[in-house]
């Protein structure tokens, strides 16, 4: 059994299978990652750090993929959700 | 902060992983540079472990016994410090590193095209899903919709079946005719033969539409319904995801920057794999898309002859000739009808980085200035995904790579003054 670790995903906690990506963990119901240029919600397109859509804030740094970061314990991810 | 290895390899995928061991087994000092967090590339990708490929797992581990080979994940190369020294990014590090010889295995990725609503989150490539859910997604109980055109749809499907999706619906462009000429000629490759079969039985029971393809990718604020032209006529399906995905793009960038030439969609390669560059070989997909086993045999090549080699290597050039002809077939096969560069209206965003529309591009007639005027391909995606999309709709010539090679970090950067100023 994987061992199970804890992700902020835009200020709330979520439990996770360590090796989750964090693109993975930003849960089941909403996978948005950041706002376009005019404002409107996208999520991620390739998921394999070609596109770019996926762009997040991880533990403070932004621009960061989520379709190529690992979840750490403890690991902070921030949206757009969260930023505007 | 430089290192040397006798052989460099671009691409941890079966091309990468094939040259690495092969270039090991010599004694040369290897090491493997990969973007993503393990090793795999996209169709090995871990994630589904009672799914994967046992040569992955071989590879895998006799590459992690061997002392003088260095893995490097998460490792991005942004450019060149000099003709035989390679700049990488790392998350939390960036630096150089020298190489004798360079094996380029950077593998594909999908052709993703643009249609109304495919900007809608809950639409993604077919891989994409794939990949999206072997990093841990949750899609058991999601309704599915898997578009487009390739075998790898029907793996998609399997991959996701498995992980308790309802793929609601596969549709295929390629007309029923062409499948079974396909399947037909499959008769030469009978593993694959066998493989197809068993992909459609996972699949099920997923409906599988031939000569069918999406219109429109409709809801509010994510996808909630595709609409499909299919022989019968219109249809419309709920789901919560599409994916969709046209098949595979060779990444040619890197090889690209550094001089390799290329004809059409491939980088020239000898029968050693061996590009126009001194020192430099591809192997795998971006010689051309040819698959799994093509791509084996093909690091397998490169990688002895990185090594010097060579009368090994040609004792493996009769397997390569059996995989070329797969690649034929392939591309026959599953070539794009014209519908499908036709689907745009004029507010269908055609560059998502900077949200520029069809009705925006068509008045221009070549790349250069649609970009200037527009800022099409000038956002983050460096116009791997827009590229694509303007050479397939109107033709264009897309070219043009420069430095980084994807998004950096300014001090990674800075390590090219540091570099140059050591030097002098």
Not at chain 2, 397 to 418: C, D, K, Q, Y
Request: hydrophobic letters at 40%.
């Amino acid at each position: 059994m994987p061992e199970m670790i804890t992700v902020i995903v835009n200020g709330r906690q979520m439990q996770v299978s360590s090796g989750t990506t964090a693109i993975a963990a930003l849960g089941t119901n909403s996978l948005i990652t950041r706002h376009s240029v005019r404002g409107k919600e996208r999520g991620p397109l390739c998921g394999m750090g070609i596109c770019q859509e996926c762009r997040v804030c991880i533990d403070g740094i932004m621009h960061r993929l989520a379709c190529q970061t690992a979840c750490r314990d403890g690991m902070r991810i921030d949206t757009d959700e969260a930023v505007s | 902060m430089t290192h040397r290895a006798d052989v460099v390899v671009v691409g941890a995928g079966p091309a990468g992983l094939s040259a690495a061991l092969a270039a090991a087994e010599s004694g040369a000092s290897v090491t493997v540079i990969d973007d993503n967090l393990a090793s795999g590339g996209q169709i090995w990708r871990p994630g589904l472990p009672h799914q994967s490929d046992p040569r992955a797992q071989q590879l895998r581990e006799e590459l992690a016994h061997a002392s003088n080979v260095r893995m490097l994940h998460s490792a991005r190369v942004i450019g060149m410090l000099d003709q035989h020294v390679l700049q990488i990014e790392l998350p939390d590090a960036a630096m150089s590193i020298c190489f004798g010889r360079l094996v380029l295995a950077t593998g594909a990725r999908e052709r993703l095209l643009p249609f109304p609503g495919w900007i809608l989150p809950g639409v993604t490539g077919a891989g994409g899903l794939q990949a999206l859910v072997k990093g841990g997604y949750p899609i058991a109980g999601k309704r599915v919709v898997i578009a487009g055109s390739g075998p790898l749809l029907l793996a998609v499907a399997a991959s996701l079946r498995s992980r308790g999706a309802k793929v609601v619906l596969i549709a295929e462009q390629v007309k029923t005719r062409g499948l079974l000429q396909f399947a037909s000629a499959l008769r030469q490759w009978p593993g694959k033969l066998l493989q197809a079969a068993q992909l459609r039985m996972q699949s099920l029971p997923a409906k599988y539409l031939t000569g069918s393809f999406v219109l429109e990718a409709r809801g509010k604020d994510h996808l909630q319904q595709v609409s499909l032209r299919t022989p019968k006529g219109l249809l419309l399906v709920d789901c919560d995801f599409l994916a969709c995905g046209y098949g595979l793009l060779p990444n040619l960038e890197l090889a690209r920057m550094l001089g390799c030439k290329a004809e059409g969609e491939a980088i020239q390669v000898d029968a050693f794999q061996r590009s126009s560059i001194p020192h430099i070989l591809c192997a795998g997909e971006i010689t051309g898309i040819a698959g799994v086993d093509s791509a084996l045999v093909q690091g397998q090549i490169a990688g002895l002859v990185a090594t010097d080699r060579l009368h090994d290597a040609q004792v493996l050039f009769p397997s390569r000739d059996h995989w070329h002809s797969f690649a034929s077939l392939l591309a026959q096969t599953f070539a794009l009808r014209p519908e499908i560069a036709k689907l745009c209206r004029d507010d269908t965003i055609v560059c998502r980085c900077e949200d520029v529309c069809y009705g925006e591009l068509k008045q221009y007639d070549n790349w250069r200035g649609a970009k200037l005027q527009t800022r099409c391909g000038m956002g983050p995606c460096q116009g791997r995904i827009c590229g694509t999309a303007i050479k397939h709709l109107f033709g264009w010539s897309v070219e043009s790579i420069r430095p980084p090679l994807s998004p950096a970090r300014v001090e990674s950067l800075i390590l090219n003054e540091r570099v140059s100023s050591l030097a002098d």
